[in-house]
């Protein structure tokens, strides 16, 4: 089970230090890495990522999706990888970004398509109707992602499958909109969501979980029924 609890991230969605604390310190020893994301990180600052560390958190995922010119994001990437976070999010539009770049530890995430997005939306957004396909788009992006240095990238699970072919066997491929059910009922801002057997059975190599341990009435046996259906995928 130790396998799969290395691949389960857990999103500490949350913007108070002391429930993040709690949150780790319950979860560490059911989750293989905490994800710190805009609101933790903006709410209180950069030296979250070691309050995280002592409270127990064996690995941290800083999820602050990047987005600048070339020159200010090689700048933010060695900052973060000076915090000593392992992995780390960016959006890439240009090859050969990142060449050259020694980042330690940190390795770095393309973001693909958002979760919350679907083909309604990408139209919305000018996307032409060849890339208001998702997984089109997804497949386009990760392409750039990997020309622009990056180890790996994030996509949903219903894109796990063909950027593992893309990719290859070394890649880090990320999957967020984890939902336990088949996700007929969600009621949140997710749209392409898969369960977690399902996922890591696709070629995810990791899963990225947030509100339904957050939210559940016992979040460690949560984790725990999470960490089974990974266990399911990886068989």
């Known amino acids: 089970m130790e396998k799969a609890r290395e691949r389960l991230i857990f999103a500490l969605d949350v913007d108070s230090a002391e429930e993040a604390e709690l949150l780790v310190r319950m979860l560490a020893p059911e989750v293989g890495v905490f994800k710190l994301g805009l609101e933790l990180f903006v709410s209180q600052g950069p030296q979250m990522v070691e309050r995280l560390r002592r409270a127990g958190a064996n690995a941290i995922f800083l999820d602050l999706?990047?987005?600048?010119?070339?020159?200010?994001?090689?700048?933010?990437?060695k900052a973060a990888a000076r915090m000593g976070v392992d992995l780390l999010t960016c959006h890439c539009d240009q090859v050969g970004i990142f060449d050259g770049l020694d980042l330690g530890r940190t390795r770095l995430l393309g973001v693909t398509v958002l979760t919350s997005l679907g083909t309604e939306d990408l139209l919305a957004m000018g996307y032409p109707e060849e890339l208001s396909d998702p997984a089109r788009l997804v497949e386009k992006r990760a392409r750039l992602a990997i020309d622009a240095g990056c180890a790996g990238v994030v996509a949903s699970g219903h894109e796990a499958a063909a950027m593992r072919e893309l990719l290859g066997p070394e890649a880090l491929v990320v999957c967020p909109g984890i939902r336990l059910g088949?996700?007929?009922?969600?009621?949140?801002?997710?749209?392409?969501?898969?369960?977690?057997?399902?996922?890591?059975?696709?070629?995810?190599?990791h899963i990225v979980v947030g509100r339904p341990?957050?939210?559940?009435?016992?979040?460690?046996?949560?984790?725990?029924?999470i960490v089974e259906g990974i266990a399911q995928g990886l068989a």
Do not use: F
Not at 65 to 77: F, G, S, V, Y
Not at 213 to 225: G, L, M, N, Q, Y
């Open 182 to 205: 088949g996700g007929e009922d969600n009621p949140d801002d997710q749209k392409r969501i898969m369960t977690p057997q399902r996922a890591i059975a696709a070629g995810a190599s």
């Open 213 to 225: 341990i957050r939210k559940a009435e016992d979040p460690v046996a949560a984790a725990r029924k």
């Open 65 to 77: 999706k990047l987005h600048d010119i070339p020159a200010t994001m090689r700048a933010a990437a």
